[in-house]
């Protein structure tokens, strides 16, 4: 599982910096990875996450779930959608207070990303399916998180990156060591409290992504019907470690 999150880390690490040497990527190519990743974020919370919520003794998973979804909608309003893609800027630049707003609520969000990496499932192969999925959601957020800190010229780019890389993993971690390691077992009814709050997050992360990535007036390139049509496919093909 460390290695996991030591994977992770890189990961997002290696996005977040890649626009401070990297300039050939394109919009449009950042657009379609958000539309696999939302897809594919997107299958594995019904195909995995949902089971595994409702098949746990947690009461009241719909309300939960409903509550996560209303949480991930106040921390965008503090991130204005740097989650899902989206630069905000004026003139070249971004207001201090606008990005330290984007920090703390991209913060937030990356915490409550990483939890779900941590928890123990009824299902062993359920936490790898769930890492790729939060592995490949990370890859366009952390880009676009480096773009805004480019575009802000913010003088601390390098260390904000590697602080936001590291969030999730150590979210990770402190869910595992809580939940597992100590085994207290008011700490694991809090980690299953979580995982339906989690997935209410997760729903409204990768349905805006899929409503707003690369799309004018709504309109369907066949390029981004391509790229959610494999990310369903290859989330729906993790079903298949279920029967090894």
Known sequence: MNLSFTLLFIITLGAGLLPFY???????????????????????????????SFESKVEGVGVLIFAGFLLQFLIQKFTHGVEHG????????????SLWAILLGLSVHAFL??????????DEHTTSTVFLAVAAHKIPEAFTLGSLLL?????????????????????????????????????????AFLIPVVIGAFIHISTTILFESGTKHHEMSRQKVGVVLLGVVIASLTLLLHNH
Do not use: R
Not at 31 to 48: C, D, E, P, V
Not at 166 to 191: C, K, R, W
């Open 113 to 122: 990303e990483g939890l779900p990496l941590g928890f123990e499932y009824n």
């Open 22 to 52: 990297f300039k050939k990527i394109t919009e449009k190519h950042l657009q379609l990875l958000l539309a696999f990743s939302g897809s594919f974020l997107l299958g594995i919370t019904f195909l995995h996450l949902l089971p595994e």
């Open 151 to 191: 575009i802000s010229k913010n003088k601390s780019k390098w260390i904000w990156v590697t602080v936001f890389a590291a969030i999730s993993p150590l979210a990770g971690l402190l869910a595992n060591y809580f939940g597992h390691t100590m085994n207290y077992v008011f700490v694991e009814d809090a980690v």
């Open 86 to 97: 989206h630069l905000h800027c004026h003139d070249g630049h971004t207001h201090s207070q």
